[in-house]
């Protein structure tokens, strides 16, 4: 009915035109049938998803993305922090497909759209920052661009000015319902690369999926 698993960076979640191996055809070629893709993590994002093995599932959590009835926590280093440490980030963002890049805009127009978030800063550092996100809208590069824009990019994120290496972003946990019964599920999997080891003690499944404080 479903699957989850974990997206390792660098490779895509789904194939393209380009290349032939993607989350999909790995998982396919594992599991020796199909499996179909209800959403995605930038080929540099590594973390937690969730795929259907069959086309009604595929439709039902399909809805239930685009209902916002799942819920995704990431974790991110930024340069410098964030004040307050914890608040909501609302913005209107334009994804230019030329470009390959998501703005910051100040008025709705065609192609625009909301977008929202959640964060808490978990560990503060001298240079860099640990925060956890709620994603409320999934929008395209929205965790990037929102903290980009407030001169706190990721720390590896070079097409938004944090840098070169391995970008800081990760998806760490996934709650849904199942597509067939309702019942809750939850998906938990922390980052494990080099770049997260000077917060490691902050990575634990309860200090990332703690509610967020209400906020407005």
């Given amino acids: 009915m479903l699957l989850a ?9 789904q194939s393209s035109p380009q290349e032939a191996e993607s989350m999909l055809s790995l998982l396919s070629a594992q599991c020796g049938g199909t499996v179909y893709p209800v959403h995605r993590l930038d080929r540099d994002t590594g973390g937690v998803m969730v795929f259907a093995r069959t086309q009604p599932a595929a439709a039902a959590l399909s809805e239930a993305m685009a209902r916002r009835e799942v819920g995704k926590i990431y974790c991110c280093i930024v340069s410098g922090c964030p004040q307050p440490e914890r608040g909501i980030l609302r913005d209107l963002l334009y994804t230019d ?20 978030l959640a964060y808490e800063v978990l560990a503060a550092g001298p240079e860099r920052s640990l925060l956890r996100v709620a994603l409320h809208t999934g929008r395209t590069h929205q965790i990037r661009v929102q903290f980009a824009s407030r001169r706190l990019p990721l720390v590896g994120d070079g097409k938004y000015g944090g840098g070169g290496g391995a970008l800081a972003l990760w998806c760490a946990s996934l709650e849904l319902r199942h597509p067939a019964d309702g019942r809750p599920m939850a998906f938990f999997a922390p980052p494990e690369a080099e770049i997260w080891a000077p917060f490691a003690g902050e990575l634990g499944e309860e200090r990332l999926r703690t509610p967020f404080p209400a906020l407005t």
């Fill in 5 to 13: 698993a974990v997206k390792p960076a660098g490779i895509l979640s």
């Fill in 97 to 116: 497909r030329n470009r390959g890049k998501t703005f910051v805009v100040t008025r709705m127009r065609k192609g625009v759209k909301e977008a929202e």
